[in-house]
């Protein structure tokens, strides 16, 4: 193989305000927590499961950064492209830890906001059955 690809996309809910952070530079860096959840149905039990991940975001690109700081708030269903990144750290007491994150770099990936009722607020099911009405309407077949 010639090439590689490093990419991550989440779609999920933050799990609390963005932290906002400034490097010595004064630029900007975010760092969010988001969960993305899947359910199933247990075969032998019929049971509803559900298992949430976590995921730790860092945004180094300065836009998307005053995007986040400004709209995102706790709860915000958000979609992100970025790469997965590994670092490297000493803790206090001396030992070595390791942290992987998606990273959204200064030229690389996105944020986009999936709800339009607002920051943190699910759109509701009835301005949403509203719209595919109307589009419904127009389909001509």
């Not at 609390?16 to 530079?25: E, F, G, K, S």
């Not at 005053?66 to 803790?91: F, H």
Request: glycine letters at 8%; one cysteine or more.
């Amino acid at each position: 193989m010639s090439g590689s690809v490093n990419k991550a996309i989440l779609i999920g809910r933050l799990g609390a305000d963005p932290d906002v952070r400034r490097l010595q530079d004064g630029k900007p860096v975010v760092t969010m927590r988001i969960a993305t959840s899947e359910s199933w149905r247990d075969k032998d039990t019929q049971e509803r499961k559900q298992a949430t991940e976590w995921h730790r975001v860092v945004i180094f690109n300065e836009g998307l950064c005053k995007i986040a700081e400004q709209y995102l708030k706790k709860g915000a269903n958000v979609y992100i492209e970025g790469q997965i990144k590994t670092r490297k750290w000493t803790d206090q007491s001396g030992a070595e830890r390791y942290s992987t994150e998606i990273v959204v770099a200064a030229f690389k990936g996105s944020l986009t906001m999936l709800e339009s009722s607002g920051a943190g607020r699910p759109a509701s099911e009835e301005s949403y059955g509203a719209e595919r009405r109307d589009l419904d309407d127009d389909i001509p077949f």
